[in-house]
């Protein structure tokens, strides 16, 4: 199929480069992340026993999550990364 929509229609195909690149079109031209984007801090601190802690914190207010508990790291910049999405849409909509 693809080499009859190519002979009919002239179309070339080339492969184009995935993956994450840099952000070319703004003034800091670093890859756009939840992690700078958000003006919340987060921590995920090891424990000596294996699990993580993690929590939220406005810079500079009394805002913050409490101190959570996780069985690994992966889960902890999970529930992360999911706290900070919720409060950037939140914000954005005027919620908070």
């Known amino acids: 199929m693809k080499k009859i929509n190519e002979a009919q229609f002239a179309i070339t195909s080339t492969l184009q480069d ?8 703004t003034i800091k ?19 000596p026993d294996g699990t993580f802690l993690a929590g939220l914190s ?10 959570y508990k996780f069985n690994n790291e992966e889960e902890a910049l999970h529930w992360v990364r999911k706290e900070v999405e919720s409060f950037t849409i939140k914000k954005a909509n005027q919620e908070l």
């Open 58 to 67: 406005l810079p500079n207010s009394t805002m913050a999550t409490p101190t």
């Open 18 to 25: 995935t993956g994450f690149g840099k952000n070319r079109h």
């Open 29 to 47: 031209p670093d890859p756009i992340t939840w992690e700078n984007i958000s003006e919340l801090e987060h921590y995920v601190t090891a424990l």
